[in-house]
């Protein structure tokens, strides 16, 4: 994989995911790397949106990215989108984060998906302590 930056990653039990932006930031980018042969990765896409600074967190079925900087915009975003694994393909799940935020950590159980840290949009640029839970349930 090269040529893409503020990656994040996601995983299903065969395949790992490389979710970022291309070097001149304008087009988002997922390669998928099977685990059985990693040198044939295989780009398969990109989300809706370009997005930079996220967390992952990811089910036996999906990968989840969540929160990140829109970097044409300077926006910071709560949102949180969904890879399907089943299909290479990504989506917006119409759920958000507690409050925007970028640079956050992210971690995962079998039904959860924890994202925590980084920097709030607001009030003004703070280092994060709050703590989301979301349920792989969709």
Not at 30 to 51: R, W
Not at 54 to 71: A, M, N
Request: aromatic share 8%; proline share 2%.
């Amino acid at each position: 994989v090269s040529g893409i930056v503020y990656a994040a990653g996601a995983s299903s039990m065969t395949h790992g995911y490389t979710i970022g932006i291309d070097t001149d930031l304008s087009t988002s980018e997922i390669v998928k790397m099977p685990f059985a042969n990693l040198s044939a990765n295989n780009d398969v896409g990109g989300l809706y949106e370009i997005i930079t600074e996220t967390s992952t967190q990811g089910s036996e079925t999906d990968g989840y990215i969540s929160g990140g900087q829109i970097p044409q915009v300077t926006q910071y975003t709560s949102s949180i989108r969904k890879l399907s694994y089943a299909t290479d393909t990504g989506s917006d799940t119409g759920s958000n984060l507690t409050t925007s935020h970028y640079g956050s950590s992210g971690a995962s159980s079998v039904t959860y998906g924890y994202v925590h840290g980084g920097v709030a949009s607001s009030p003004g640029f703070e280092n994060q302590v709050v703590l989301d839970k979301l349920c792989h349930c969709d």
